[in-house]
């Protein structure tokens, strides 16, 4: 399921070519979609769920899809990266060895982002409002991994800003979730 029909016909298209068939739905993640309830023993969702406008609907919709026992998958950007500054035009990351922080982590609310010549708006969330929506919406988690990869944080001769802040910072967050 993908708001994006371009994207979906690009899945469409790589599943074919690997010999793989799948039903591909249009639709956002918050409304009720033609998904059977009770039935997947594991969703994900890869770098989709902070898209999100309703997080506990979400989370309570994916809950009903999943069969009890099922496993639910989600990664994220990790909530420090909106917390520190992402462009050097805006301010340098890291002065003395130390990141600049531009938001608070408490500020749980819309923001602008500069991406290449346009912005996306998004919208911060606390690790803690994640585990709560999990929780509240049936969900006991199993897992939580805050890790960059070995290549970033290994190559110190890569003097880019995205590197020194992973060096620095999660830039991604992953939950393993079961459903009670």
């Known amino acids: 399921m993908d708001i994006s029909q ?12 690997n010999g793989y068939q799948a039903k591909l739905l ?14 997947f023993d594991y969703l994900y969702s890869i770098y989709g769920i902070g ?4 997080l506990l609907g979400t989370f309570q919709k994916i809950a009903s ?33 130390k990141l600049n922080l531009t938001r608070s982590y408490f500020d749980e609310s819309y923001f602008k982002m500069p991406v290449h010549d346009s ?3 998004l ?8 585990i709560n929506a999990l929780a509240d919406a049936g969900f006991v988690i199993e897992r939580m991994v805050e890790q960059n990869d070995r290549e970033t944080m290994e190559n ?8 020194k802040k992973g060096r620095m910072c999660p830039i991604s967050m992953c939950f393993k979730a079961r459903k009670r």
């Open 156 to 163: 110190l001769d890569d003097r880019s800003t995205k590197a």
């Open 65 to 97: 899809y999943l069969k009890k026992g099922g496993i639910f998958i989600f990664s994220w950007h990790h909530t420090l990266n909106y917390c520190v500054s992402w462009s050097c035009e805006e301010r340098d990351i890291i002065e003395d060895g």
């Open 51 to 54: 898209w999100t406008t309703d």
């Open 119 to 121: 912005e996306i708006i």
């Open 6 to 17: 371009t994207l979906l016909a690009h899945a469409e298209a790589y599943l074919k070519q």
């Open 123 to 130: 919208y911060n969330r606390k690790i803690s409002t994640y």
């Open 26 to 39: 249009c639709a956002s993640m918050e409304e009720n979609a033609d998904i059977p309830t009770d039935y």
